[in-house]
């Protein structure tokens, strides 16, 4: 699996997917440092977390779906 190290205001992350379909303008991003999964919404420049890696595994449709349905925005 091809990962890309990117920065978000000074924050380091690995990237884990290349796209989402129709939804481009997301970023499904990994935290090493606090060890959470993320998401970035580039359009709106809004980041957020999502959960913690065996959460989101037990239920990935749940949490790619609360995305762009804006369940995690605060």
């Given at each position: 699996m091809d990962v890309q190290k990117i920065t978000w205001k000074?924050?380091?992350l690995l990237s884990l997917m290349s796209r989402?379909?129709?939804y481009s303008e997301y970023l499904l991003l990994w935290s090493p440092r606090d060890r959470?999964?993320?998401y970035l919404d580039i359009e709106h420049?809004?980041?957020?977390p999502l959960a913690?890696?065996?959460?989101f595994?037990?239920?990935p449709g749940r949490y790619l779906n609360g995305i762009i349905e804006?369940?995690?925005?605060?």
């Open positions: 000074r924050k380091k989402m379909d129709n959470k999964l993320w420049d809004e980041f957020h913690k890696w065996d959460t595994i037990a239920e804006g369940e995690f925005e605060r």
